[in-house]
């Protein structure tokens, strides 16, 4: 199973961006789907998640301003992004819950990052 991110790049502040992350592979199920980042000698923290049902949570950094969405049908989770700060430069990394064909187990996939770099 592979998560493939895409969107990301520069943006002036108060700019936005979308970001997308598909997954492709021996998928028989995605439960949970997020998005984390990760800025130079931070530790990596989560941004959004979204149950399969579509119950969205968000850190206190970007509550009002991000929006998580997924399409079930398609194994995507995407990321708005409105109102863009120079704090949320950041390496950005998606991550789902996946339970392949054959097995019984949830793990946890993480896909590549994709750089989002918010400066004037």
């Known amino acids: 199973v592979q998560l493939q991110a895409s969107g990301g790049g520069s943006v002036q502040p108060g700019g936005s961006m979308r970001l997308s992350c598909s997954a492709s592979?021996?998928?028989?199920?995605?439960?949970?789907m997020g998005w984390y980042r990760q800025a130079p000698g931070n530790q990596r923290e989560l941004v959004a998640a979204?149950?399969?049902?579509?119950?969205?949570n968000y850190s206190d950094s970007v509550k009002g301003r991000f929006t998580i969405s997924r399409d079930n049908a398609k194994n995507t989770v995407w990321l708005q992004m409105n109102s863009l700060k120079a704090e949320d430069t950041a390496v950005y990394y998606c991550?789902?819950?996946?339970?392949?064909?054959?097995?019984?187990?949830?793990?946890?996939?993480w896909g590549q990052g994709t750089q989002v770099t918010v400066s004037s």
């Open positions: 592979g021996n998928i028989f199920s995605i439960n949970n």
């Open positions: 991550n789902a819950a996946v339970k392949e064909n054959g097995t019984y187990r949830y793990l946890g996939v």
């Open positions: 979204i149950t399969r049902g579509g119950t969205a």
